[in-house]
């Protein structure tokens, strides 16, 4: 059944539209690094930031349970002294609730991760990152699960059932790499999985679980068993061309097919669609693989097929993970170029997944400790001093567009707002000398500065009729001259600790998009005509919505 209506008498470029509901899965959920560090008051601070002004709803993180959140206590802790060991264990909550608080009282909701494992309950620990999460197996499923539901009922209590009814719980992050996020194998992931799921729906069956929060895509039968096969990815890594393989997700089917087979709850499903991989060869040198840019769309549409398909047709599909690379010392994180790219892909995942969040928000993220300089590759749409990045503002044209789409095109979107009736669109340059290769990781700033060369420019060009005569909108544009942040910094000599007047230049520098105004003509025509230079995003949208 088609969610098309009459698009009321609006016109573009001349001829009726048919308006589609716009799901904004760019701001639904975002990613960020690990519980601790949203005790910070730059993380709240930028978190604030994206709730109002890129409309961020949700946001996930790791680390729940991590010994720095102190919620599974069996002992007073020693500090001077040796600790004293608590008769049974007990549950505190004081760093979770801080952390939960300030979430919501930003106007958001936690997309909650279920993991990892405190030490005490781990069968190993310090398995990843510079923080030593422990991803293992719990040493006692029962005390895992109590736990979890102990954890579950404080919510409860302390917002209130119909608040938290409206949170989604995962069970922990991308089981299949083994040895650094999970410990043991593919059966006991599932079986933790149906431990979690059940604890949670016996508090009340309306709580939202799923899993099974894979990482990526592959083409190659590596996750297959168990355990990963390193040596079944050989072929990955060799193949003259990676594009033409067959990818597939990780653990979907064999998850679906088991719970289904023990009638496990299975509210959503959840995995990492980052367009990359890195396979090993015959002699066990590794290859970094970077996909085709559209191969997020392609992914999607597998998964949509997989769900449709399977004993839970009705399941949400978030992907709880995602951007250019799963890499935090990526230099591309920093640049212009990736805000096409981006704008690209959420464009076209837009009808094929409940929310797809990008991974993160901050550049506050301590995976492999603190980065090194202001632009050292994190992920985040902020640096750590706050600085937006090109995807910072690509975010937040996409955050402008309505709800109901008017003309999809291949370059950008018109929408309207099916609560004013406001038009809005967003338009990008994702040069044709770059043909369909995706974006490659960098080590430095400075490797990325090659892509400015690529072109050519490209006109858009285009007509709204129907509309108030008189109404402005605010076109903005980001470029190489505007908004470009990193580059300012590299002009500036790539100093690796701002001062400042630095800080306060470059911030200057990030929010410098180059502005006009258009205005609806006497006939109730809005004319569009706009030159965007290679890698550019534009957004036109009514002027309130836009703060120079």
Request: glycine share 8%.
């Amino acid at each position: 059944m088609s969610l098309s209506t009459p698009s009321s008498g609006i016109l573009v470029d001349g001829r009726p539209t048919t308006v589609v509901p716009l799901r904004h899965v760019w701001n639904e959920c975002v990613g960020a690094g690990r519980a601790n560090e949203a005790l910070r008051a730059d993380w709240q601070a930028h978190f604030r930031e994206a709730v109002d002004v890129l409309g961020v709803r949700q946001v996930r993180f790791h680390g729940l349970f991590h010994d720095d959140m102190f919620v599974y206590r069996t002992s007073n802790g020693g500090g001077f002294g040796p600790a004293e060991q608590l008769p049974e264990p007990v549950f505190t909550f004081a760093y979770v609730d801080k952390v939960f608080d300030a979430i919501l009282d930003a106007g958001a909701r936690p997309f909650v991760e279920l993991g990892f494992m405190p030490r005490e309950l781990a069968t190993e620990t310090e398995t990843v990152f510079w923080w030593g999460a422990h991803c293992s197996p719990p040493n006692d499923m029962d005390r895992w699960v109590e736990l979890v539901s102990t954890t579950v009922r404080h919510w409860i209590d302390r917002y209130g059932l119909e608040e938290v009814r409206r949170w989604r719980f995962e069970v922990w992050n991308e089981p299949n790499l083994v040895p650094h996020f999970w410990t043991g194998t593919r059966t006991q992931y599932f079986e933790l999985y149906e431990a979690t799921a059940t604890a949670i729906k016996e508090i009340d069956s309306r709580l939202t679980v799923g899993g099974p929060s894979t990482s990526v895509f592959v083409p190659d039968a590596r996750y297959a068993g168990e355990y990963h096969a390193p040596s079944l990815e050989v072929a990955t890594a060799e193949a003259p061309d990676p594009d033409a393989l067959d990818w597939q997700p990780v653990w979907i089917r064999e998850f679906v097919a088991w719970c289904a087979r023990r009638e496990v709850p299975v509210d959503f499903l959840s995995t990492h669609l980052y367009p990359t991989d890195y396979a090993a060869d015959s002699t066990g040198r590794g290859r970094a693989i970077s996909r085709q840019v559209d191969a997020t769309s392609r992914d999607l549409r597998l998964l949509r097929e997989i769900v449709a398909d399977s004993p839970y047709p009705d399941a949400e599909l978030h992907i709880t993970e995602w951007s250019t690379s799963p890499s935090s010392r990526d230099a591309i994180h920093d640049t212009l170029f990736a805000a096409p790219y981006i704008v690209r892909a959420f464009l076209q995942g837009a009808p094929l997944a409940q929310s797809i969040a990008y991974w993160t928000f901050t550049d506050v993220f301590e995976e492999g400790g603190a980065g090194i300089g202001p632009f050292h590759g994190g992920f985040g749409l902020v640096n750590e001093q706050g600085l937006h990045k090109p995807t910072f503002h690509a975010m937040a044209m996409l955050a402008r567009l309505g709800d109901r789409m008017l003309q999809e095109l291949p370059d950008g979107a018109i929408t309207r707002s099916s609560a004013t009736g406001e038009i809005s669109a967003i338009f990008f340059n994702y040069p044709a000398d770059h043909g369909d290769a995706g974006l490659e990781s960098r080590e430095s700033y400075a490797q990325t500065r090659t892509l400015a060369d690529l072109g050519p420019s490209r006109r858009v060009r285009h007509t709204v009729d129907g509309l108030a005569p008189g109404t402005e909108l605010t076109v903005e544009i980001l470029d190489w001259e505007h908004g470009n942040v990193a580059e300012a910094w590299y002009r500036m000599g790539s100093p690796l600790n701002l001062s400042r007047e630095q800080t306060a230049e470059l911030r200057t520098a990030a929010d410098d998009l180059r502005r006009s105004t258009l205005v609806v003509g006497d006939d109730g025509v809005l004319e569009i005509d706009l030159e965007l230079p290679a890698w550019a995003v534009a957004s036109v949208a009514p002027a309130r919505q836009v703060s120079p």
